[in-house]
């Protein structure tokens, strides 16, 4: 998983993102299944996605939640070692916010539309052209799987 993730992560960086438009999903043809999210200056994609979580509860769902957190630890303490240090940028106050309607950055919004609700781990700039890279982690409902995605953009991601 460590080799892939992080060759997607470095692929992700070095390809461009919109300059302007929508924020758009998309998804697998056959499957429906999201496969990128893109905006003006940013784009998302998943990295890596558990299991199921249909009928698991306590031990198994901490083992999952286990799982994915040490997904990102490993992908993390890798791309510091390739980009530098991260920095940690909280969501929950844009999450409150976007939950109770008020208005969110773009960016914000396109995460919390897939779920991606954890913190972001954030590299900036992780490319030589100024672009930032980061991930997170999210979870959709009770049974729909863990998933680990990566984030790039081209306009500084602000602490909320």
């Known amino acids: 998983m460590l ?3 992080v060759a997607e992560a470095e692929q992700l960086l070095a390809t461009p993102v919109p300059p302007v438009g929508p924020t758009t999903a998309h998804g697998d043809p056959a499957t429906g299944e999201w496969t990128a999210t ?3 200056g940013f784009r ?3 990295l890596w996605e558990g299991d199921p979580l249909t009928g698991v509860y306590a031990p198994e769902w901490n083992d999952a939640e286990e799982a994915a957190d040490a ?3 490993v992908l993390t303490e890798e791309l510091d070692r390739r980009w530098g240090p991260h920095r ?3 969501l929950h106050g844009p999450l409150r916010g976007w939950q109770a309607g008020a208005p969110v950055e773009p ?3 396109a995460l919390f539309a897939e779920d ?3 913190d972001l781990t954030v590299w900036d700039p ?3 052209d100024g672009h930032w890279a980061a991930l997170t982690v999210g979870h959709s409902d009770g049974d729909a799987p863990l998933v680990l995605a990566a984030v790039v953009g081209d306009r500084a991601v602000a602490r909320p």
């Open 3 to 5: 080799s892939r993730a």
């Open 38 to 40: 893109e905006g003006a």
């Open 44 to 46: 998302i994609v998943p």
């Open 71 to 73: 997904h990102l630890a």
């Open 88 to 90: 940690s940028i909280r």
């Open 107 to 109: 960016l914000f919004q």
């Open 116 to 118: 991606l609700y954890g």
């Open 126 to 128: 992780a490319a030589p």
